[in-house]
């Protein structure tokens, strides 16, 4: 769900291109020279995107506007969200539906419906997002009338009655290898809390349909007879593979060659961005629906989160200059919304937090990515604790895909120094 962006220059004319672009002092003295040097090698920088800002049809008046905390109550953010998610899954067999979780509405439905083929990733992303708050802890949880624990083992239960013959996560059609890259993710995640020898066997057993239907000698489509590599499905899985080495499964050694080959072909050695397929390639979008949004890093985020799971060194020049494009693409609201991209805020701050932990680029990022995520989060009725689908990837994924997805992102900076 995922396409490569192109870094636009800074406009002098136009004041929220100046705040998105321009960074904190702190940050200029420290990048300034180095990412310089990569403008002037980049193709595309001088090539700005003309673009014709559309406002927000109304369908998601954006929120009020609150204060945003930097060291917020992580606890009840999370626990709310979370309590979200629980409340709107299914309670017969324990998924979540792109569209069909409004039935679990009391009264008027929380609006936002995905594409019902993503209810198995969207299922499997929710029981990340409950594992990653933590609520599965009742020390921790606020919310006593909520079983996140039972929430979270209905869902895993339901992932695994969706397992076929050969091992394969539900239907195989459409984009189906990135459900299964994310619910083998959830699988193994969940078999690190329990230790249970019954969803490791199944994390297991998902991690070998996964390496069958990895191209040779590189990384993952969303169909093995696709025989080529996208950054997106890349990117999940290799988050699998390392999960399940986690857990003490066994995965070939040249998985991790091979994927690191791959990003190595696809980033280009002067800028080090890195395309969707291919070098200089931004990936896909969806016209009519989410091209009208703004373009970000998310290829090279996604291809640095990659580098830290298989155990690259942050300080190699690659991972330095992912570090160097991402610091110059920080999270963002503008006042339409169109630079709200809870995708890429998610790689990035999986990438940056180990790649970047201490650093002034991750301390600012940590800070843009609160001022985006928080503001935005729903406060009253049915939808408290939800996100609008109101970013570049909402019409795919919907309410449910917004809510996992940046509960797993605030989880992530919550653990972060």
Known sequence: MAGGPILRPVVVDEGRELRRFLLPSVLLLSTAVSFGCLMIVDPA???????????????????????????????SVLDSSAAWLVRHQFPTDGSWSASGYMQMCPHQACLGAGREEHSLALTALAVLAIIESGMCDPRRARS???????????????LMRQMDDNHCFGRRDGKYLLGHAIATLAMARWGAVTWDALHRHMAEQGLKFLLRART?????????????????????????????????????????GD???????????????????????RGWKIAGLNDRYD???????????????????????SAKGAVWRLSADLPYRNADGLSVDYLYWYHGTQALVRAQREGEVWREWQRRALDGILPARRRTGCYEGSWDPSDKWGCEGGRVYATALNTITLAAIERAP
């Open 216 to 256: 040779r000698g590189a990384g993952w489509r969303y169909g093995p007879e696709a025989g080529a590599t996208d950054m997106t499905v890349t990117g999940w899985a290799m988050a699998a593979v390392e999960v399940c080495r986690a857990i003490y499964i066994d995965v070939p050694e040249n998985v991790n």
């Open 259 to 281: 994927v690191a080959r791959w990003l190595d072909d696809v980033t280009d050695p002067l800028n080090y961005r890195a395309g969707y397929t291919a070098r200089g390639e």
């Open 144 to 158: 006593r009338d909520v079983d996140f624990r039972a929430a979270a083992e209905k869902g895993i239960r339901w």
């Open 45 to 75: 920088a001088g090539t700005p995107a003309a673009r014709t800002r559309i406002q927000d049809d109304g369908f998601f008046p954006p929120p009020a506007p609150v204060e945003v905390e930097h060291e917020p109550d992580f606890v």
């Open 295 to 317: 373009d970000h890093e998310t290829n090279t985020a996604i291809a640095l989160h990659v580098r830290m799971a298989i155990g690259q060194e942050p300080a190699s020049a």
